[in-house]
Nanobody
Framework: QVQLAESGGGLVQPGGSLRLSCTAS????????IGWFRQAPGKEREGVSC????????NYADSVEGRFTISRDNAKNTVYLQMNSLKPEDTAVYYC????????????????????WGQGTQVTVSS
């Protein structure tokens, strides 16, 4: 069964860090770009970051540029999102998603380019 599973969310104080993991099962991550999205209460889902399949090109939303880092370990079939200097406005459910295969770039934020989604992990930034 093709699945993505997010983990690593939780409650953290402002200025703190979390590392989210997105682990694939039932398929190899190698042909796919992977994106991270988030959805805060009452807001639309937004693309946070993505990483391409081979050249490891990355893309970040302006709101997280310089604070978040996306990486992938194909041997572990896992993509990571390191989140530093967290702010209360980063509070959201975070989702990872798999793109259509063999894209040369990663389509951050273009939900129509992603065909498989995880269930999400809650990140809460609060003192």
């Amino acid at each position: 069964q093709v699945q993505l599973a997010e983990s690593g969310g939780g409650l953290v104080q402002p200025g703190g860090s979390l590392r989210l993991s997105c682990t694939a099962s039932g398929f190899s991550l190698d042909p796919y770009a992977i994106g991270w999205f988030r959805q805060a209460p009452g807001k639309e889902r937004e693309g946070v970051s993505c990483i391409s399949r081979r050249l490891l090109r990355t893309n970040y939303a302006d709101s997280v540029e310089g604070r978040f880092t996306i990486s992938r370990d194909n041997a572990k079939n896992t993509v990571y999102l390191q989140m530093n200097s967290l702010k209360p406005e980063d509070t959201a459910v975070y989702y990872c998603a798999r793109s259509r295969p063999y894209l040369t770039m990663c389509p951050r934020g273009l939900e129509s380019e992603y065909d498989t989604w995880g269930q999400g992990t809650q990140v809460t930034v609060s003192s």
